[in-house]
């Protein structure tokens, strides 16, 4: 079995799930000095314009899921940095500039 992996964009306040990676869209991470541009592709226009409308309330969320060991989870600040959504290409593009890595298996056994 290999490695899973997945993407999540959250919105921080409530919690409510706006994009879901294993719903469909792709994704690609592409660090740009000490800011990442991550590119959503296939997502919806109403989850795009959604996650556009609460921009300032993101979270970001990787999860590695390797066949054999435990979860590697990355969460990744936006900030101020720019959300922006492409209805045409179906493409939502999120700036973040830091991440957070960290094991659950670390806290709880």
Not at 67 to 93: F, T
Request: hydrophobic fraction near 35%.
């Amino acid at each position: 079995m290999q490695q899973q992996e997945r993407v999540l964009v959250k919105h921080s306040v409530t919690g409510r799930m706006l994009v879901n990676s294993t719903e469909g869209p792709t994704y690609t991470f592409n660090p740009q000095g000490e800011l990442t541009l991550i590119k959503l592709y296939g997502v919806k226009t109403a989850q795009g314009a959604a996650v556009v409308e609460l921009k300032a309330e993101l979270n970001v969320f990787r999860f590695e899921e390797p066949a054999e060991g435990p979860v590697i989870k990355h969460w990744y600040y936006v900030g101020d940095n720019p959300v922006q959504y492409d209805a045409d290409a179906e493409c939502l593009s999120i700036t973040v500039q830091s991440e957070i890595e960290y094991r659950p298996d670390e806290y709880w056994e």
